[in-house]
C-alpha cells in the first residue's frame, strides 16, 4: 500500500521521525519545490559532492576499469558548497547527499524517483531503494544526459520519495550494514562481505563465474551482454 500524505505526515511527527526534518507542505527554493506531497515526499540536495577523480588496478596503477566487487580503488574528490551551486558537467556523474535523515520502520519501504523539473533538464537521480530498517542521510547518484552543463543548487528539491507499507518484515536492514547510519556525506560504494549476509539472515550459494565473463578473462573476444 503506498502512503498518502497524512500517513507520512503522521509517521514523520512520532517519537522517531521518518523523515527529518520533516517540512507539511510545499516550499520553493531556486524555482524548485520540496516537501510534502499528496502521496510522496520531495527531499532535498545536501551540500557536499563526490566525483570519481581515479581509479587503480590491482598494483596501484591508473587505469580506466572499475571493478565493483573492488570499490576502494576508486579514488573519490570531494567538493562542498555554501551558497553557490555545484555545476555538473555534461554526460557527467556526481555522489550528493540529501538535507533530511531517514529512520524507516520495520514495515515501510521507501522508493527514489527522480524530479520532474532536472529530470527535463536532463538530470536522472538513479531509482534506488530504501529498505525497511535502514536510517542515515541517503546518497544520491546523479546523471547529466544533457549536453550542457546544469547546476545543481544545495536545499532545493533533488528527488521524490514514494513509501510503501506492508507487514513488518523478518529481515530489516541489519545494524552492521554496509550503508547503515550513513552520515550527511555522500557515502561512496562498500563491497558486500559474507558476515553481513549472515547478520540479514540472506542464505548465499556460491556459484561458478557465468560463461560469458570466463571468456572475457580468458582473452576471448565475446563480449559481455548489456544489463
Partial sequence: MILNDKQIKDLCNSKEPMISPYCNGKEINHGISYGQSSYGYD???????????????????????????????????????????????????????????????????????????????????????????????????????SKYKVALHPNTGIAQMLFFKGENCENPYPDQGKYQDQSNEPTTPQASTKDQLKEQGSIRREGSMPDNVKDNRNGSKKKLGKR
Avoid at 527531499?43 to 590491482?58: C, D, M, P
Avoid at 527522480?114 to 525497511?132: F, M, P, W
Wanted: glycine share 8%; charged share 20%.
Fill in 43 to 145: 527531499i532535498r540536495l545536501g551540500h557536499v559532492f563526490k566525483e570519481i577523480g581515479q581509479v587503480k588496478n590491482r598494483w596501484g596503477e591508473s587505469c580506466t576499469i572499475v571493478e565493483p566487487e573492488n570499490p576502494g580503488r576508486v579514488m573519490w574528490t570531494k567538493h562542498t558548497v555554501d551558497g553557490v551551486p555545484y555545476i555538473i558537467a555534461p554526460n557527467d556523474f556526481v555522489l550528493a547527499v540529501s538535507l533530511e535523515r531517514f529512520i524507516m520502520p520495520r514495515s515501510i519501504t521507501g522508493v527514489v524517483k527522480d524530479k520532474s523539473t532536472y529530470a527535463r533538464l536532463g538530470i536522472a537521480v538513479q531509482n534506488t531503494v530504501i529498505e525497511a530498517g535502514w536510517r542515515g542521510y541517503l546518497t544520491l547518484e546523479i546523471t547529466n544526459h
